[in-house]
């Protein structure tokens, strides 16, 4: 995309606590007039996580919408090598880890809280990904599901040291012990990229509730079933909740242009009305309860 380009965007999301879990610990923030998308997955149990996350949130948001006018991105010395339009989302998410640091020392009810973050900021000239922790963004691009982010977690270090580990090798890790959060210490490594936009693109961002229970296929097939964002981003849950849903469950999508960029041939996977569980489009009938699909 060029720098005169303003693309028009449309956005979905949904949360849910899913089947397990007494409350949702995950947070999303879906702002088109700041540009700015973002799931947060919060730690720390059911007083502490609902918390965190909502601060995450909070915080990006003021930080964007006080900055709308103007912004002059700080010297520091973390910034080095860091490309000046990833900046400004790199900084909220700093911020927001210093006030997630600051309200567990000043509060000792929510002393260990901690976050996750994705977050998506899209300008005129393209757009910006920064992330902590295991929560996902993949881009969607004429049929193709590409993940964009690395995640920050014992399997994903091992990934990056061995990409060959088999998944016996991987089953023997903790699945969920991610490494980098939000909240933990007072300056945090925050990954960020620019990355270009074609018009026709999916940005799905997600917590691990979403990828934790299906696969990137999945993932693709649901989204490109509805070219109704908000269709899709529930058909996601669904399915996550048909596997076991045993985390809370949070999908943003967000489209550059006007739509209609899914990919039609592709195999899609459905939910059945009466159990839940994921059916073959075209079958007939439930091949688990019988139900007519």
Not at 184 to 201: N, S, T, Y
Not at 209 to 225: N, P, S, V
Not at 249 to 270: D, H, K, N, P, Q
Request: proline share 4%; aromatic share 2%.
């Amino acid at each position: 995309m060029t720098g005169t380009e303003n693309p028009r965007l449309d956005a979905a999301g949904r949360s849910d606590t899913g089947l397990v879990r007494n409350a949702n610990e995950d947070r999303l923030l879906i702002a088109p007039d700041l540009g700015l998308f973002l799931v947060a997955d919060g730690m720390g149990g059911h007083a502490t996580g609902n918390v965190a996350s909502a601060m995450v949130a909070t915080s990006m948001h003021n930080f964007f919408r006080a900055t709308r006018r103007q912004w002059m991105p700080p010297a520091a010395p973390e910034d080095a090598g860091l490309p000046p339009a990833c900046s400004r989302l790199v900084y909220a998410v700093r911020k927001a880890n210093r006030d997630l640091v600051e309200a567990s020392a000043g509060h000792p009810e929510h002393k260990g809280m901690g976050s996750t973050i994705v977050a998506l900021h899209v300008d005129d000239a393209g757009a910006t990904l920064a992330h902590v922790g295991d929560s996902r963004c993949y881009r969607l691009r004429h049929g193709v599901i590409t993940q964009l982010t690395n995640d920050h977690s014992i399997v994903g270090e091992a990934l990056r040291i061995d990409p060959n580990l088999t998944a016996a090798e991987l089953a023997m890790l903790p699945k969920n012990m991610i490494t980098r959060a939000l909240g933990q210490r007072p300056i945090v490594q925050v990954d960020a990229q620019r990355i270009e936009l074609e018009e026709g693109d999916v940005l799905l961002l997600c917590s691990d509730g979403l990828h934790g229970e299906i696969d990137d296929r999945a993932i693709a097939e649901a989204t490109l079933r509805h070219d109704d964002l908000g269709r899709a981003s529930e058909l996601l849950v669904t399915l996550a909740k048909a596997a076991g849903g045993h985390d809370n469950v949070s999908v943003v999508l967000v489209r550059v242009g006007s739509g209609g960029g899914g990919a039609t041939s592709v195999e899609v996977t459905v939910c059945c009305t009466g159990c839940g569980a994921p059916v073959v489009e075209g079958n007939a009938f439930c091949t688990h309860c019988g139900t007519r699909t």
